[in-house]
């Protein structure tokens, strides 16, 4: 029996997250992948897909200038319904918490197909924060068929929601398959040498969360500066996502500052190399949450809740949200103090051991009967 599967992937981070599993599926025979985009990052997904050399089987290319949260949910939900009914998949695979994510769970639902999640059992308990991945998240939950949770948790946020104890798999989370693979030394490109050329400490930033548009951004990014002011031998770069809302208040804050640089946000691979060079993260960023502490960098998270408490409880990130003397005190704490940073430095992994996309293939050979059982050793 091939097991036939439908990948989905609409972002960048889905794109990092799913391609281990992608890979991992299309080098067993007992597989055939297709993969499907929305294409709602339509660059930043493309550059994953290459780095990783991953092709897309069926672009969507549903992403259009200015449209709201509804016009995407239909727009991926009519394209993946063609999709389903076109591939006729034995399962549909999605990962994370996008539009995209619970558009695929609903086009499985509708055509009776079962949904794996993969990073199944994120929450933080408030609908709206972040938002709107809290209730995609959610949604997408009630019609998973396999969930997938990185850690014990995310299984046990589901089990809470009465989810049956026996289609909830611990895998880790495939974001540390990713990452072992793109952190491997490499030079950086001739765009980016100046993070090896120049002195002081780095400051990488992330931030683009939708809850945060607006006043609670510019109000990050003046903490950015302050810090800047306090430290004066530090350098910020910042990643700036292609949102418009989110460049204009960065440009307007940060972009005359002589020790800014607002740049593209790079390749994966690149951007990796810029988190192992990194002295300090500030991030909205969900992912990062999981890379930046397995390469040992302290991380200053810029929101109120996070769905990934892992990190927290294991005191290599910490929750600042978008505040500005937050961002002065705990950036300049960490940046000046040796031991304050020293004791949030260490190497934490509490997502996995990089074979999560392994397990995830193991758990689809035994639900549709290629094996008998989950080897001995399956336990992240």
Same mark, same amino acid.
């Given at each position: 029996?091939?097991? @036939?599967?439908?990948?989905?992937?609409?972002?960048?981070?889905?794109?990092?997250?799913?391609?281990?599993?992608?890979?991992?599926?299309?080098?067993?025979?007992?597989?055939?992948?297709?993969?499907?985009?929305?294409?709602?990052?339509?660059?930043?997904?493309?550059?994953?897909?290459?780095?990783?050399?991953?092709?897309?089987?069926?672009?969507?290319?549903?992403?259009?200038?200015?449209?709201? !949260?509804?016009?995407?949910?239909?727009? /991926?939900?009519?394209?993946?319904?063609?999709?389903?009914?076109?591939?006729?998949?034995?399962?549909?695979?999605?990962?994370?918490?996008?539009?995209?994510?619970?558009?695929?769970?609903?086009? /499985? %639902?509708? +055509?009776?197909?079962?949904?794996?999640?993969?990073?199944?059992?994120?929450?933080?308990? @408030?609908?709206?924060?972040?938002?709107?991945?809290?209730? @995609?998240?959610?949604?997408?939950?009630?019609?998973?068929?396999?969930?997938? +949770?990185?850690?014990?948790?995310?299984?046990?946020?589901?089990?809470?929601?009465?989810?049956?104890?026996?289609?909830?798999f611990v895998t880790g989370?495939?974001?540390?398959?990713?990452?072992?693979?793109?952190?491997?030394?490499?030079?950086?490109?001739?765009? !980016? /040498?100046?993070?090896?050329?120049?002195?002081?400490?780095?400051?990488?930033?992330?931030?683009?969360?939708?809850? @945060?548009?607006?006043?609670?951004?510019?109000? +990050?990014?003046?903490?950015?500066?302050?810090?800047?002011?306090?430290?004066?031998?530090?350098?910020?770069?910042?990643?700036?996502?292609?949102?418009?809302?989110?460049?204009?208040?960065?440009?307007?804050?940060?972009?005359?500052?002589?020790?800014?640089?607002?740049?593209?946000?790079?390749?994966?691979?690149? %951007?990796?190399?810029?988190?192992?060079?990194?002295?300090?993260?500030?991030?909205?960023?969900?992912?990062?949450?999981e890379e930046a502490p397995?390469?040992?960098?302290?991380?200053?998270?810029?929101?109120?809740?996070?769905?990934?408490?892992?990190?927290?409880?294991?005191?290599?990130?910490?929750?600042?949200?978008?505040?500005?003397?937050?961002?002065?005190?705990?950036?300049?704490?960490?940046?000046?103090?040796?031991?304050?940073?020293?004791?949030?430095?260490?190497?934490?992994?509490?997502?996995?051991?990089?074979?999560?996309?392994?397990?995830?293939?193991?758990?689809?050979?035994?639900?549709?009967?290629?094996? /008998? +059982?989950?080897?001995?050793?399956?336990?992240?």
């Amino acid at each position: 029996m091939t097991i @036939n599967v439908l990948a989905v992937m609409g972002t960048r981070p889905e794109a990092v997250k799913m391609a281990p599993v992608v890979r991992t599926l299309r080098a067993d025979s007992a597989f055939g992948v297709t993969v499907a985009l929305t294409a709602q990052h339509r660059e930043m997904l493309d550059q994953v897909l290459r780095q990783f050399e991953i092709q897309g089987d069926v672009d969507l290319d549903i992403m259009r200038p200015g449209q709201t !949260l509804g016009q995407i949910t239909i727009r /991926a939900l009519e394209g993946l319904e063609r999709v389903i009914a076109d591939v006729k998949p034995d399962i549909v695979l999605a990962q994370g918490d996008t539009t995209t994510v619970f558009a695929a769970a609903l086009a /499985a %639902f509708y +055509a009776k197909v079962p949904f794996g999640h993969v990073e199944a059992g994120l929450r933080t308990g @408030n609908m709206y924060s972040p938002y709107p991945e809290e209730a @995609n998240r959610r949604l997408a939950g009630v019609l998973t068929a396999l969930h997938f +949770a990185p850690t014990a948790s995310s299984r046990d946020n589901l089990l809470k929601e009465n989810v049956p104890a026996e289609t909830i798999f611990v895998t880790g989370n495939t974001v540390i398959d990713a990452l072992l693979y793109a952190a491997r030394p490499r030079p950086l490109p001739a765009e !980016l /040498a100046w993070a090896d050329e120049e002195s002081g400490p780095l400051i990488l930033v992330t931030a683009h969360r939708r809850e @945060n548009w607006g006043e609670p951004m510019r109000q +990050a990014c003046l903490g950015m500066r302050d810090l800047l002011e306090r430290v004066p031998d530090a350098r910020l770069v910042y990643a700036v996502h292609r949102n418009p809302v989110v460049r204009e208040t960065a440009q307007s804050v940060l972009g005359d500052h002589p020790r800014v640089r607002l740049i593209e946000p790079p390749d994966y691979f690149d %951007f990796v190399q810029l988190l192992k060079r990194a002295r300090l993260i500030l991030t909205d960023s969900g992912g990062i949450q999981e890379e930046a502490p397995s390469l040992g960098v302290p991380v200053l998270v810029l929101r109120d809740t996070t769905e990934r408490p892992e990190a927290v409880e294991a005191g290599v990130a910490k929750l600042i949200g978008p505040v500005r003397a937050a961002i002065l005190e705990e950036g300049a704490r960490l940046l000046t103090d040796p031991a304050a940073h020293a004791a949030m430095a260490r190497a934490a992994n509490p997502y996995g051991d990089g074979g999560a996309a392994t397990r995830i293939a193991q758990v689809l050979k035994v639900h549709f009967g290629v094996e /008998a +059982a989950l080897p001995a050793a399956f336990a992240v």
